[in-house]
């Protein structure tokens, strides 16, 4: 039987500090911090070396050097996969998730990478922690998921 590492997401609004976890988790600066939405898929921090790969929903692989974002093409990328030689990612895979609640994003993203995800770190700024915003896209997180997840207050 083979065992196949879990998968952690970092969820939360734009700006509320998941990639700054992530950067913090990987031991580098990888992921992209912006204060402002951004147009950005899924990205998957992997075990490994190689080059990054785009995803599409249709299953399609392509290498992210050679694809354009635009964003007509972004609304077909299920995520960005990019192996990293971190300590971290020898014990699981990390998913740095766009900002629930970016109106750029299409809602099936979240749907879509949600049942592969064994733990989820919600991320909320402390300073305006848990909006109604985070609590109505939460309602909509499964409840075997909900047991497995943590809220980090995060600045």
């Known amino acids: 039987m083979t065992q196949t590492k879990p998968c952690i997401a ?6 509320a500090g998941k990639s700054t976890l992530a950067n913090l988790l990987l031991g580098s600066d990888q992921s992209t911090v912006r204060v402002t939405a951004t147009r950005m898929p ?5 075990a490994g070396d190689g080059p990054s790969i785009l995803m599409g929903v249709d299953g399609t692989e392509m290498p992210l050097a050679e694809a354009a974002l635009d964003d007509g093409e972004l609304a077909e990328i299920r995520e960005i996969r990019i192996p990293l030689q971190a300590a971290i990612l020898e014990r699981c895979d990390l998913i740095d998730m766009p900002g629930s609640s970016d109106p750029n994003m299409p809602g099936d993203i979240w749907g879509g990478l949600l049942p592969e995800v064994d733990i989820a770190l919600w991320c909320t700024p402390a300073t305006q ?5 985070e609590a109505a896209l939460w ?10 997840s943590h809220l980090l207050l995060t600045r």
């Not at 899924?42 to 992997?46: A, E, G, K, Q």
């Open 10 to 15: 970092l969820l939360g609004e734009f700006s």
């Open 42 to 46: 899924p990205v998957r921090y992997v």
């Open 139 to 148: 309602a909509a997180v499964p409840e075997a998921m909900k047991t497995r």
């Open 129 to 133: 922690a848990w909006r109604q915003s």
